[in-house]
């Protein structure tokens, strides 16, 4: 799927410990790091989907509207790897593949089936600001979920729901477009955002 229009587009590697947005809502801590201070970004630039404050990877911008919602939609599939607390079991990732519960909006919700495996050789990551910690606090796994919805905090949810907390969790997939060798903190102005 292309889209091309009279917009700018990003793709950025958000590092940890940046809000997914330009200017600061906070009123108690005004020290947050901003998108803004990664690149020049134009006016009216938005990330599409966030990441929380904690977390890492693909981050698309755009100035246009649609392009947002597009790749926001439930046809394109987003690809999270999370290091979870603890060596994930065969039946913890049955769990995640075929829904599990948890909170919403003060509600409970059902997760949508989605891919889950054990990622046993891991590629390249970003280089983290802070370490997560260190195995005199136990062992940790990695777990790769790809999701077509986006609830806020989904993936730290869900891998608690089965009992491995999230430690870190990176987006390393939009689409087709894939976080490779880029490095935290990178950002790439494309004419258009080839997605499938």
Same mark, same amino acid.
């Given at each position: ?17 940046? !809000? ?10 005004? #020290? ?14 938005? $990330?599409?989907?966030? !990441? ?6 693909? !981050?698309?911008?755009?100035?246009d509207g649609k392009t947002s919602q597009l790749i ?9 790897? $999370? ?6 079991t065969g039946d913890a990732i049955n769990q995640l ?13 059902i997760t949508k089936p989605c891919k889950t495996f ?28 790809? /999701? ?18 999230? !430690?870190? /969790? ?9 976080? #490779? ?12 955002? #080839?997605?499938?």
């Amino acid at each position: 799927m292309e889209i091309i229009k009279n917009h700018r587009h990003f793709i950025v590697c958000k590092p940890d410990g940046y !809000l997914s947005q330009f200017i600061s809502n906070q009123t108690k801590r005004t #020290n947050k790091k901003m998108l803004g201070e990664l690149y020049n970004f134009p006016k009216n630039t938005m $990330a599409i989907g966030r !990441l929380d404050e904690d977390s890492e990877g693909l !981050l698309f911008l755009t100035t246009d509207g649609k392009t947002s919602q597009l790749i926001r939609s439930n046809k394109i599939e987003k690809e999270y790897y $999370a290091q979870v607390d603890g060596i994930i079991t065969g039946d913890a990732i049955n769990q995640l593949s075929k829904g599990v519960e948890i909170g919403f909006d003060g509600k409970k919700y059902i997760t949508k089936p989605c891919k889950t495996f054990k990622i046993e050789k891991l590629p390249t990551l970003p280089i983290r600001r802070k370490k997560i910690r260190d195995d005199r606090h136990g062992p940790t796994s990695w777990v790769s979920i790809t /999701l077509t919805e986006g609830k806020f905090r989904q993936v730290r949810k869900m891998t608690s729901a089965v009992g491995f907390p999230t !430690l870190r /969790l990176i987006r390393f997939r939009i689409g087709d477009v894939e976080l #490779n060798s880029m490095k935290a903190g990178d950002v790439i102005e494309v004419p258009n955002f #080839n997605i499938s």
